[in-house]
C-alpha cells in the first residue's frame, strides 16, 4: 500500500487464480474499500466497530436471504405436510441427523 499526495491509496493485489475467482477478489476488495472509507471518516472509532459489508450486500445476506416463509396449508399436521411431500419426491432426502441420511421409499 502506497500513499500519494494524502488523497490516494493504491493496492496492488495478488492472489491464486485457482483459489478465487475474480468476482470473489472484487467483493473483498469492496469490503476494504468499505472498511477504509468507514475509517476515514470516523477515525475514532476501532476497527472492530467498522462494518465490511457494503449496505447493499448487507441487505441482501440479512434481509433477501432469509427471506424464507412460505404459505401451507393451515389445517394440515406437521406429519400429513411430511407425507405430501414424501409423496412428490418420493427419492429425496427425508430426514437428516448429525451425519445419518435417511430416504424414504413408497
Not at 496492488?12 to 475474480?22: E, P, V
Not at 450486500?57 to 434481509?63: G, K, N
Request: aromatic share 8%.
Amino acid at each position: 500500500m502506497a500513499a500519494y499526495g494524502g488523497a490516494e491509496l493504491a493496492l496492488k493485489i495478488k492472489y491464486d487464480r485457482l483459489q478465487f475467482d475474480d468476482s470473489t477478489i472484487t467483493r473483498m476488495l469492496g469490503h476494504i474499500q468499505t472498511l477504509l472509507e468507514t475509517q476515514a471518516a470516523n477515525p475514532c472509532r476501532s476497527l472492530a466497530e467498522l462494518p465490511q459489508l457494503a449496505a447493499r450486500e448487507r441487505y441482501q445476506i440479512l434481509v433477501e436471504w432469509n427471506s424464507t416463509e412460505t404459505n401451507y396449508p393451515k389445517d394440515a399436521s406437521l406429519h400429513r405436510l411430511f407425507d405430501a411431500q414424501v409423496e412428490s419426491t418420493p427419492d429425496s432426502v427425508a430426514v437428516v441427523f448429525e451425519d445419518a441420511e435417511r430416504r424414504t421409499t413408497l
